[in-house]
């Protein structure tokens, strides 16, 4: 089981996913969890590995989609007594199973560094690749006639603006230093992908005159007004080097601040928050929240389905059942 574990966490690193480690760090028995038993969790609220059955189960899935979210680590204890204790790292849960153990779970982020796109071979884009390899993201660099010689830092490097080869684009920025080469069509290009963040190095009259043009081509108005440009922290940087720390702090800033945008600010989605609405609705259509715990309950393989006023309900342990056969009114109002 550890080295199966071991090649799905290799799997979705090398895929650029974002994922959560959860691990069984303290245990009273009766639980069917022990301690040392982990698990990887994705978005999508998949499990893969063991750490517990029924509630525990879902409680951890619910916690590590959190905690993926917030980038922030939590520790849960669930136990017979419960708890009201909840803290940005720590929350008690009642085992609503029957065994009536007691687990403690650590859950932990995995979110791989930013890949970084840099369309453009100006002094800005130089100074960029030379430093976001410093810091550890994943550079590929899109430009008429760059070669390694050019950008010895970069970990691709591609003559034409194509972005086919990417997959996924999960934490993905994409900068344009074009500089008066190609400019509108490679931020067409760049804003046509599903990219939550695209730069545009340009002043602002240059950005307004190329929103003009993007929207006469096409690109709807919520798209065209996710395109950050003038991009980078205000630092009044004149030096190509110095303008280079501005983007990189701007991008490390929206990065590790829970991808929060302009765009999103204002009341409009940006393509990270469709993405996340995806994931969401993918959850969904496997899980069922437990109107009685609260917690995930996979349709696939739930302990117990129960009818009720023509919907279907899904139940993780034989202790919640028995409190909605008591009185389902007083939880279905809550199914969510």
Not at 9 to 28: C, M, P, T
Not at 71 to 96: C, D, H, L, N, Q
Not at 250 to 261: L, T, W
């Amino acid at each position: 089981m550890f080295n199966e574990l071991a090649l799905q966490i290799e799997k979705h690193l090398a895929k650029g996913s974002n994922f959560a480690i959860a691990q069984v760090v303290d245990r009273i028995a009766p639980s069917s969890g022990k301690v040392g038993d982990k698990a990887l969790i994705l978005e999508t609220g998949e499990l893969i590995g063991w750490i517990g059955g029924g509630c525990v189960r879902g409680i951890v899935i619910k916690e590590a989609i959190d905690v993926i979210r917030t980038k922030r680590y939590r520790r849960i204890r669930i136990s017979p007594e419960g708890g009201s204790r909840e803290t940005a790292t720590y929350k008690e849960y009642v085992m609503s199973c029957q065994s009536k153990g007691t687990l403690e779970v650590m859950i932990e982020p995995v979110i791989p560094q930013p890949e970084l796109i840099v369309i453009g071979k100006s002094n800005i884009a130089r100074k960029l690749v030379q430093m976001a390899a410093a810091a550890d993201f994943r550079v590929s660099v899109m430009a008429t006639e760059a070669d390694v010689q050019m950008f010895p830092d970069a970990y691709s490097i591609s003559d034409i603006v194509d972005f086919s080869a990417f997959k996924g684009l999960t934490n993905t920025y994409i900068i344009v230093t074009t500089q008066g080469e190609n400019d509108e069509r490679s931020v067409k290009e760049a804003l046509e992908t599903s990219v939550g963040y695209v730069g545009f190095v340009a002043s602002a009259k240059k950005a307004d005159d190329i929103k003009i043009y993007l929207k006469k081509e096409g690109i709807s108005e919520a798209r065209v007004a996710e395109l950050r440009s003038p991009v980078g922290l205000d630092i009044n940087a004149k030096l190509p080097s110095e303008v280079a720390i501005s983007i990189l702090a701007e991008v490390i800033d929206h990065f590790r601040n829970e991808n929060k945008s302009e765009a999103s600010c204002c009341g409009s989605k940006t393509s990270e928050q469709t993405s996340v609405v995806e994931e969401q609705d993918k959850f969904s259509e496997e899980y069922y929240i437990n109107p009685v715990c609260q917690v995930p309950v996979s349709k696939k393989n739930p302990k117990h389905i129960v009818e009720y006023q023509g919907e279907k309900v899904y139940f993780c342990c034989d202790g919640c059942k028995l409190s909605f056969d008591k009185n389902p009114s007083q939880y279905i109002g809550k199914t969510v």
